[in-house]
């Protein structure tokens, strides 16, 4: 249940100030969520990471189906990574990551 | 707390987002470029997305509103002038901030901002050629001017207004990729921007390459190879032509001959090869008594380089004094080639030279003083100071004579000059004009006399404007304000240590070649000589020919001419050129002993039929054994040229061998044998045969394939590119689609009653490579169709075609 919840207010609140604020802030966002509620240092990793592997994927996913992955195509050749569903999943990877570890970061204010 | 896990874990995040927050793995950081909700994929435009929007802004003075049709051409409808180039200046930054501020940017020398060190020599060169010193005495005519200043300043904060709404994540999308943001816009980038156009068609010359010809070949083969006035030529203003005693008496220099003509130690070293560049295009009109409908109609395309985004951004500007449509310049205010209710007009490149060198002679190395009319006359300095990403700053000093700049000396040779003398520039582009005034008057203009009054405006880049109006009148003008030159200005490097190698005066007005109405019922133009030889004044030399030759051809022949017909012309891709070359190769090709794959390439070339049409494999025939017999005779007389160099143009070759068969360069100099005109061109058919096989091998036999067409993204990525198109045409051809050059905007409109008119530019409306309006033209382009252009009335917002609408407010 905390795992679950972890998530789901990571996932918002980092859709939320990404709206506002800079792109990094997902890491504050993941810090403060998994310092106020507890777990052990690996399933609060697991909830940034899932999070914003979640979160950016899904965004990513969304935005390029809609322009039929026209862009992401193009990027994905100047980037040479060759295509688009691998751009979305490099973009999925780097949101999971920087959560993850600032939720992991998070996980060891309040513990003994 | 656990302190060391905390500590751990958070230098891990920290350096995780430092990492990707920074430049160290790509040129822009790439947590920021990959978040959804900030970088690329917020410029990845949806199929579905509404342009329509309601836009507040406290500088207008009414309301404006902008209809956007289907391919998303705006239709500005707007109470005043100034509210319609602020909303101009809006809609140019919302669709093409990244270009304009690229092109400015490379205009003014500051191109190593962005990129770098790469384009330091760039940068050099064009502040060494004075662009912004020309940039700025334009601007102040600009601004003296009412009407343009007005016109500028709305334009300048319509693209300010856009730049200060953007956010991170709407930001350009090239922006982005090489991280970096948009400056602010202003009236000298406006400048800049039609100066850089100055620089594209007016900055062109072989001074150096000449004088270097000059130098290296006998006067007697100079004359053979470089002829200053071509046999089959068809003027842009007919022969015959009677023209009035000039009111310029010219002095030639009394030492012309022993210190300029026939002087042969101006060598200039030098390493580089000049990049070779030809811009063409064509315009003409035809009146009344030529068309179905009783109307003129008037065609243009002007050619130039094949970008994306396109140079060129189309639009209808409408207030109740003026209503015009047509190509606009994403970075300057008005409509540059177009149509209004009353007339239409369009444009070709005068190519005239009027960027010339001289060679000063400075006291001492400090270059403080320099030796002109018998004294020491003092320099002007201007430094330049280049900013370069991630490097350190360059600090240039130019020397500025009487004549221009120093664009060559002991630190920049440009590849062309020499490190040991100095050579200062006289460009026709750093004198006072105001261009722009040109362009605003003709959007206005009801008649004839509104067309002479707006383009005496227009002094350079000098330009054949064709005109046509709806009482039935057509006129050419080759308008430009011209240095009068004596034969032989200008065509080498002149001796700066006095006046009397200077410009003396410009060409007046009423001496500028025109045609108005003319018996022949048409007018054309396409970069060819503007007058014949009794033309008063020189007209320098290298005129392209044979577009001129055959579009006239077509013109004289065609009658009850429709849209349609205009659109085959303009499409066409017949080669005079070659109509004339291949019979000459194929009769002096000796078949004896031709192996198989030989005499297959030789029926291939026996059976075109002079179309350089996409799938045709004569055409790729032809082009690579005419490179070839070119290179062979001339490769011998060039072997120890300077590297810097010209060589003779393709028409001096053809016309010197259609002359004469005994053509003096025709002997390869290197061997004891004397060639025949027939041994040379059936060694040249057979140097031509492993291209050709491979070329075949490879499935590019056919024109468009070993053409190999290509519109580019401005940086040249090749994801944003369009690559392998399929087009024909070629350099000769109406259609003079070269492998990145070529039509860049066609415009056919006819002056019916309600005016019919239709157009097409190799790119789309939306700089966004990530829009589908981004290249969406291009496929049109290239198949030669044209979109039908709508002058959209006032009381037409419910029209199908409106699919979304802006409403601008104070």
């Known amino acids: 249940m905390k795992f679950i919840v972890s998530v789901l207010l990571i996932a918002l609140l980092s859709l939320a100030v990404g709206l506002y604020l800079p792109w990094w802030t997902i890491a504050l966002v993941a810090f403060i969520v998994t310092s106020l509620i507890p777990q052990n240092p690996m399933r609060s990793f697991l909830s940034g990471f899932t999070a914003l592997f979640l979160l950016w994927g899904a965004l990513a996913w969304i935005i390029s189906s809609n322009n039929n992955h026209l862009l992401a195509g193009k990027v994905a050749l100047v980037l040479k990574m060759g295509n688009p569903i691998l751009l979305i999943i490099v973009t999925a990877l780097i949101g999971g990551l920087v959560a993850g570890f600032a939720a992991l970061a998070g996980s060891f204010v309040r513990r003994k | 707390m656990r302190i060391l896990p905390l500590l751990i874990s958070s230098v891990i995040t920290v350096g995780l987002v430092v990492t990707l927050n920074s430049k160290l793995l790509l040129p822009a950081p790439l947590g920021k470029l990959l978040s959804p909700q900030h970088g690329v994929w917020q410029n990845a435009e949806s199929s579905q997305a509404s342009f329509s929007e309601d836009f507040k802004f406290p500088q207008l003075t009414g309301k404006v509103q902008v209809y956007l049709d289907d391919r998303l051409v705006p239709h500005i409808f707007a109470e005043r002038d100034r509210d319609l180039y602020f909303v101009q200046g809006f809609l140019h930054a919302k669709f093409r901030l990244w270009q304009m501020e690229l092109q400015t940017h490379a205009a003014a020398g500051r191109a190593s901002e962005i990129v770098g060190k790469i384009a330091l020599k760039h940068d050099r060169e064009f502040r060494r050629l004075g662009m912004v010193y020309a940039a700025e005495s334009s601007l102040k005519e600009m601004e003296k001017d009412p009407q343009t200043k007005l016109a500028c300043d709305s334009y300048t904060e319509g693209v300010n207004a856009y730049i200060a709404s953007l956010t991170e994540s709407s930001l350009p999308l090239e922006y982005k990729l090489m991280g970096y943001k948009p400056e602010k816009w202003s009236n000298l980038k406006s400048a800049l921007f039609l100066k850089n156009m100055s620089e594209n068609l007016a900055g062109h010359d072989n001074d150096f390459e000449m004088t270097n010809a000059k130098n290296y070949f006998s006067k007697e083969d100079f004359s053979k190879l470089y002829p200053s006035y071509q046999d089959s030529l068809d003027p842009i203003i007919p022969k015959g032509t009677i023209y009035e005693k000039p009111s310029i008496e010219l002095k030639v220099p009394v030492d012309v001959d022993s210190n300029y003509l026939n002087k042969k130690d101006l060598a200039v070293t030098t390493q580089e090869e000049k990049p070779d560049r030809n811009n063409g295009s064509n315009n003409w009109a035809v009146n009344g008594a030529k068309t179905k409908s009783g109307s003129p109609i008037l065609c243009n395309d002007p050619h130039l380089g094949l970008n994306l985004p396109s140079l060129w951004y189309e639009m209808q500007l409408h207030t109740p004094e003026l209503n015009v449509y047509g190509a606009t310049f994403p970075g300057a205010p008005a409509v540059i080639i177009g149509y209004n209710d009353s007339c239409a007009w369009g444009v070709t490149n005068g190519g005239r030279d009027v960027r010339d060198y001289y060679e000063i002679q400075f006291k001492d190395e400090s270059k403080r003083e320099y030796w002109y009319d018998s004294a020491w006359r003092k320099t002007e300095f201007r430094y330049e100071t280049i900013l370069i990403k991630d490097s350190a700053t360059y600090m240039d000093t130019v020397a500025y004579t009487v004549f221009g700049p120093v664009m060559y000396d002991q630190s920049f040779s440009g590849g062309r000059a020499s490190n040991s003398r100095y050579f200062s520039v006289r460009w026709k582009a750093h004198d006072k004009s105001n261009e722009l005034k040109a362009f605003m008057q003709l959007n206005k203009a009801h008649n004839y006399e509104d067309y002479l009054l707006a383009i005496s405006n227009m002094k350079t880049p000098g330009q054949n404007f064709v005109f046509a109006n709806k009482v039935g009148d057509i006129a050419m003008r080759t308008q430009g304000e011209w240095p009068a030159k004596w034969k032989g200005q200008g065509d080498f490097i002149m001796p700066g240590t006095d006046s009397t190698y200077q410009w003396q005066a410009m060409i007046p007005f009423e001496e500028t070649p025109f045609q108005y109405n003319p018996s022949r019922n048409f007018v054309s133009s396409a970069n060819q000589d503007p007058a014949d030889s009794s033309y008063p004044y020189y007209l320098g030399r290298g005129y392209p020919l044979y577009r001129g030759i055959i579009i006239n051809r077509r013109l004289q022949a065609l009658n009850d001419i429709t849209p349609k017909d205009m659109m085959s012309l303009q499409t066409n891709n017949y080669n005079v050129f070659a109509e004339m070359a291949t019979p000459l190769l194929l009769n002096n ?188 033209f291009i496929d049109h382009w290239a198949s030669g169709t044209y979109y039908p252009l709508w002058m959209m009335a006032a009381g037409e917002e419910g029209d199908s075609r409106v699919q979304w609408k802006m409403s601008f407010t104070n």
Do not use: C
């Open chain 2, 589 to 776: 090709i000796n078949e004896n002993g031709l192996s198989l794959n030989e005499i297959k390439m030789l029926r291939l070339l026996k059976a075109w039929d002079y179309n350089n049409a996409p799938y045709s494999r004569g055409a790729t025939v032809f082009d690579v054994v005419w490179t070839n017999f070119s290179k062979l005779v001339f490769d011998d007389e060039f072997k120890n040229a300077p590297p810097v160099i010209i060589r003779p143009l393709e028409s001096t070759l053809l016309q010197g061998i259609l002359s004469d068969s005994a053509y003096k360069f025709i002997d390869n100099i290197t061997t004891t044998e004397i060639e025949t005109l027939s041994d040379v061109i059936t060694i040249a058919f057979k140097n031509s045969i492993a291209d050709l096989e491979k070329a075949q091998k490879e499935g590019r036999l056919e024109w468009s394939k070993f053409k190999d067409t290509r519109v580019n993204h401005l940086t040249k990525l090749e994801p944003f590119s369009r690559l392998h198109l399929s087009i024909g045409g070629g350099t000769h051809s109406i259609n003079a689609t070269k492998s990145n050059h070529g039509p860049s905007w066609r415009m056919i409109v006819s002056l019916t009653p309600k005016t019919e008119a239709y157009g097409v530019y190799p790119g789309g409306q939306n700089g966004n490579p990530g829009s589908r309006f981004y290249d969406n």
